[in-house]
């Protein structure tokens, strides 16, 4: 039995005649008449009584043709689920990212994947590279933006990368610090210091290097958090002072509540933001959406970025200018 026999089937019902019916699903009598032999031979019922060139529905017709009609209407649903899904309107979507990323991206990329396709179904996850991984590699997330780094040790996982990070220190505007050229480490050592956001070792290790600190670096500081929420609230409300990419920050950089500060040596690490997921797995059409997302999101910090660099180079020329005059 197949829904294309259902469907012959359902005709003759609803049309009364198998002329009518014939036409209606584009057969002639003779073929829809074996269609239905057919389908009786394998419900081990008569559907039909073949009385002078007519057929009269039978007991088991009536009770049955529900069901088929339900059948049919199943397989047309299905087949429209899947188009849906290939379109990228229905289906389910879930996705991670570090806290310092979700500050400015994950509000608004949801919005704008629903407002595309309501009848998605989303998850996130806003966690640490480390589990974000983790949570991948048990296939509980369909892909996640990161450190583009966790791909490296799985080959079951690919990266796409989207943003080479730059990184500096930070503290509120009318900090002590603010404003003063070549602060060292010793300078930042006066205040308490934050660590935030995911670092891995080498990053650590980087860090330890360019201001001369012994390992292990969290004894270096006051507090650890990798919730970006608190090391803003942190930053602005004291006179802490915090590591950090421009992509955590940046919302408060263009509010002006906090500013980078000139730090010697500059806060050179290396880390490269980008969309991980799993390798050669079929994308939903969401997905790609999803990433276009991404891909705009990261393309305008990094004009952002840039822009409030060379602002920033503006007026240390400026105030070095006037420190030698």
Request: contains cysteine.
């Amino acid at each position: 039995m197949n829904t294309r026999q259902l469907r012959h089937f359902l005709a003759v019902m609803d049309l009364g005649s198998l002329a009518a019916a014939a036409e209606a699903v584009h057969l002639s009598p003779p073929a829809l008449s074996r269609s239905l032999r057919a389908l009786e031979d394998e419900l081990r019922v008569p559907l039909f009584d073949r009385q002078d060139r007519r057929l009269r529905p039978t007991p088991y017709a009536v009770t049955y043709a529900e069901r088929a009609r339900r059948i049919v209407f199943d397989e047309r649903e299905g087949a429209r689920s899947l188009a849906l899904m290939r379109s990228g309107e229905l289906g389910a979507l879930s996705f991670g990212m570090g806290s310092s990323i979700a500050m400015t991206l994950l509000g608004p990329m949801v919005l704008e994947l629903l407002s595309a396709a309501p009848g998605l179904r989303l998850g996130t996850l806003v966690q640490s590279t480390d589990v974000l991984l983790a949570a991948l590699q048990r296939e509980e997330l369909d892909f996640f933006v990161g450190d583009v780094r966790a791909a490296d040790a799985d080959s079951g996982v690919s990266a796409e990368p989207v943003y080479d990070c730059t990184f500096g220190w930070f503290a509120r505007r009318d900090h002590p610090l603010a404003g003063q050229l070549r602060i060292g480490i010793e300078d930042l050592q006066r205040y308490p210091l934050i660590m935030s956001g995911y670092a891995n070792e080498s990053l650590l290790r980087r860090m330890a290097v360019l201001y001369g600190l012994p390992l292990p670096l969290q004894q270096h500081f006051a507090a650890s958090t990798n919730d970006v929420s608190t090391v803003l609230t942190l930053l602005t409300s004291s006179d802490a002072i915090a590591p950090s990419t421009d992509v955590a920050v940046i919302s408060a950089l263009r509010a002006g509540t906090l500013v980078r500060l000139d730090v010697q040596p500059a806060l050179d690490l290396d880390l490269t933001l980008g969309i991980v997921e799993h390798t050669g797995r079929t994308r939903l059409p969401a997905a790609e959406r999803a990433f276009e997302v991404v891909r705009a999101h990261f393309a305008a910090v990094k004009e952002e970025v840039a822009a409030q660099r060379s602002r920033g180079s503006a007026r240390r020329r400026a105030g070095e200018r006037r420190a030698s005059h």
